[in-house]
């Protein structure tokens, strides 16, 4: 682990304890785990500590993995500093049947629109979002496409009409 | 009050004072499927409400079922204005991921079609953002330029738009005499027409009044929502992924990095024109250090890992372990490696990052895109808060919005 890195793990176990752990640096980038009630206040003390200065959200998305039971979904963020050009990311796993987590919107304004498409693709329920509605699909759609138990369709079947979709027939 | 039976009005309609105007999702000035709803009192927009997801085709589901190689031409249809910066980065993802080390060569010469992209995408926007305040000429003629950038594409893949160029490891072939020749002619001609196409703006009093002071933000606010590229520039911070965390070799050139100060139209458009010099600059450099390879290595143009690049036809013919690797290559039948990476690129509009987890499969478990324009959109409500209609939709396209890279 590089020197920053093992600085930064130092000063999130002092402050939250075994909150935070499965501390693992992959590719250069310091990744670990939290709970899903932390997840604000980690994020808000990554962004004042006047040494870690996590002031920038590069990314918001989620993950869904069907056999883990009671942690299903985890929602991955992605940080950077820019100053010292340090990257973490930051995961929090959650039960699928409760996916609610507190919102990041209030400490970034793009954490919106991420939000907005974690939400739209995995059902995950921003707690205190301001706009939480589906942004990518259309509003009337009853499901969440990106779990896995909606898998895309079979690419061998035979049961649909493939002239109505420019293939097959007479040309 | 009002008696008149023939004509139903929505309930309230009269008695509100302000307009609701639907910009898009096929307006000739969002160039591009995305729709804006502003509501207007008078010419000022009093609020603005962005709607998207017209094109989404869902590339991040799509990508689930398929091996690396067969997710380059998704990437290709992202920032469509610069498909091979994002083909390349997808490649370099796949190429951390697995841990390959890439030749210098191909480095520079992913360099200079990295750049050429840059230019071509940025000749594009700035260009538009001219015609929607009224000048077609400068747009026309840049277009004669693009199509040598694009004309070079052709010679390197054989396709322009959409390129899908390269494969992991490198190129499917090396550059020909005809792609270098076309590379000279366009480093000789085209400084000639930016500095032409600058004249035309820069200094030109009716563009500047009508940039200057429009849709501007604060370097704080951009940082906050996730601005990257020339529009976090322009409002002051000289954030690039290209000096940060340099790939490809970037720590090999000499180059800067042009900031504005006031975020606004105006220093958008010229922290563009000015990246387009440096990356005249930057693919001059690297045409040289190309030309002074020498020997064996003057010939090199992918990195030799044959489990993701595809054999020689020639070989796949005669040889029976080409043959193998081939068929396994194109069935998708090699499982990556476990890990989870993300990596980002100076794409032409900001930071495009690949977030990839792989848990041991043949395809990625999760691929996600950060795509830059996505998240800079959300700050146009608040950009154009209070402006002329007719600044708003300026400030749209000098944002570079391409709706492909926003509903991925």
């Known amino acids: 682990m590089s020197p920053k890195n093992d600085i930064i793990k130092q000063k999130l176990q002092e402050k939250f304890g075994d909150q935070v752990c499965d501390f693992q640096e992959t590719y250069g980038i310091l990744s670990f785990e939290t709970d899903k009630e932390l997840n604000l206040k980690l994020i808000q003390f990554l962004y004042d500590d006047a040494e870690l200065q996590f002031k920038f959200l590069t990314d918001l998305c989620a993950v869904h993995y069907p056999d883990q039971a009671e942690r299903e979904l985890a929602i991955v963020y992605h940080l950077h500093n820019l100053v010292e050009n340090i990257r973490i990311r930051v995961k929090v796993y959650i039960n699928i049947n409760h996916p609610n987590i507190y919102t990041a919107t209030k400490l970034f304004e793009a954490a919106n629109w991420m939000e907005r498409e974690t939400h739209d693709f995995y059902g995950i329920n921003f707690i205190g979002h301001p706009n939480l509605k589906r942004i990518l699909n259309v509003e009337e759609m009853d499901y969440f496409p990106m779990r896995k138990n909606y898998p895309l369709e079979d690419q061998t079947r035979i049961d649909k009409d493939d002239e109505m979709f420019g293939r097959g027939g007479n040309f | ?408």
């Open chain 2, 1 to 408: 009050m009002l008696n008149n039976k023939h004509i139903n009005l929505p309930e309230g309609s009269i008695e509100k004072k302000t307009t609701t105007l639907n910009l898009g999702p096929t307006h000739p000035a969002t160039h591009g499927v995305f729709q804006n709803i502003v509501e207007l009192d008078g010419e000022r927009i009093v609020s603005a409400e962005q709607t998207i997801g017209y094109i989404h085709r869902a590339f991040e589901k799509i990508a689930e079922r398929r091996p690396l190689y067969q997710i380059t031409p998704l990437t290709d249809r992202l920032n469509y204005c610069s498909a091979p910066i994002n083909n390349m980065g997808w490649h370099m993802t796949c190429e951390k991921l697995l841990r390959i080390t890439i030749p210098k060569r191909v480095d520079y010469l992913r360099v200079i079609i990295m750049e050429l992209a840059r230019i071509s995408d940025h000749l594009i926007c700035n260009s538009i953002v001219g015609v929607d305040t009224g000048a077609y000429t400068g747009f026309l003629y840049v277009m004669q330029y693009r199509e040598l950038i694009y004309e070079i594409y052709e010679e390197v893949c054989g396709s322009r738009l959409t390129t899908n160029m390269g494969r992991i490891g490198g190129f499917e072939r090396d550059f020909t005499n005809a792609a270098f020749q076309k590379l000279e002619m366009f480093l000789k001609e085209y400084p000639k027409v930016l500095k032409e196409f600058e004249n035309l703006f820069q200094r030109n009093r009716i563009f500047m009044e009508r940039t200057m002071g429009t849709g501007a933000i604060s370097a704080e606010r951009a940082l906050n929502y996730g601005f990257t590229g020339p529009n976090l520039r322009a409002a002051g911070v000289d954030y690039d992924v290209r000096i940060h965390t340099p790939y490809r070799s970037y720590e090999d050139f000499e180059f800067t990095i042009p900031v504005g100060t006031t975020g606004d139209n105006y220093d958008r458009w010229l922290v563009r024109s000015q990246e387009m010099w440096q990356s005249i600059n930057i693919i001059e450099q690297a045409y040289k250090k190309v030309q002074a390879f020498t020997g064996a290595e003057a010939g090199v143009f992918h990195a030799d890992i044959p489990e993701y690049y595809l054999p020689e036809k020639k070989e796949v013919y005669n040889k029976m372990e080409a043959l193998i690797w081939h068929f396994k290559i194109i069935m998708g039948e090699i499982d990556i490696p476990l890990g989870e990476v993300y990596h980002s690129v100076e794409g032409a509009n900001g930071e495009l990052g690949f977030y990839l987890i792989s848990d041991g499969g043949r395809t990625p478990y999760r691929l996600h895109f950060r795509r830059p324009c996505f998240i800079y959109y959300q700050a146009y409500a608040e950009l154009t808060k209070g402006a002329i209609l007719s600044d708003a939709i300026v400030t749209m396209s000098s944002l570079n919005l391409i709706a492909g890279e926003m509903d991925a």
